[in-house]
């Protein structure tokens, strides 16, 4: 799922009216609409589909899916400021699940995009003397990026279970010399060393 501009693959019929070209009023009114109102869907009919959603919110939004089937709403909590209670409370905000999704998963994508960047294969003394070539290095160098986010997903898993095993184990120790330390031999030990006061008596 991603944006999409209304010249690259959107539908007429499911493009949003220019904000710059509607009025301050005419926005006010297209707003002030039920969410279900203000939604377009088309999907195309042969395969792979690819479903098109358009919302005016703000703003016109249009975005484009292969994985979503159908333009559904699902509720999400905001942080907002009331002006009634002069501070910020939790308001129950319908949000297309094609855009919460996007909203969600966007940064895998940025990531991506990063260690594209910072572990280039161009520049290497590899031309592309075919058309197929950059294609091949594309997916070579996914399949690798893909694999080091694993591999560090995976570690991060097996050091967070190393260091709650070695807090368990620092856990257990203070709980059985406090067990010692509270035994007879424990107090005998602390009478040798002078370690054992009595409550001063009361005057």
């Not at 109102?37 to 009919?45: A, G, P």
């Not at 159908?70 to 939790?90: H, N, Q």
Request: glycine share 4%; net charge positive; charged share 30%.
């Amino acid at each position: 799922a991603g944006t999409a501009r209304t010249n690259r693959g959107v539908p007429a019929a499911c493009r949003q009216p220019d904000k710059a070209k509607l009025t301050p009023k005419q926005v006010k009114a297209l707003k002030a609409r039920e969410p279900e109102e203000r939604v377009k869907v088309q999907v195309t009919d042969k395969e792979p589909h690819v479903l098109c959603v358009s919302y005016f919110d703000n703003g016109p939004v249009h975005m484009l899916s292969t994985i979503h089937s159908d333009a559904e709403f699902v509720i999400v909590k905001k942080r907002v400021w009331s002006a009634t209670e002069k501070k910020k409370i939790d308001l129950d905000i319908p949000r297309l699940r094609i855009i919460d999704d996007y909203n969600r998963n966007m940064n895998n994508v940025d990531r991506f995009d990063q260690l594209s960047n910072y572990y280039s294969l161009n520049g290497m003394g590899w031309r592309d003397r075919k058309w197929w070539h950059p294609i091949f290095k594309g997916i070579v160098k996914g399949s690798c990026d893909n694999a080091y986010t694993l591999y560090k997903k995976k570690q991060f898993e097996i050091e967070k279970k190393a260091n709650l095993a070695a807090v368990q184990a620092l856990a257990d120790l203070a709980r059985a010399s406090r067990a010692v330390a509270d035994s007879p031999a424990g107090n005998t030990r602390r009478y040798a060393l002078g370690l054992h006061f009595t409550q001063a008596p009361e005057l």
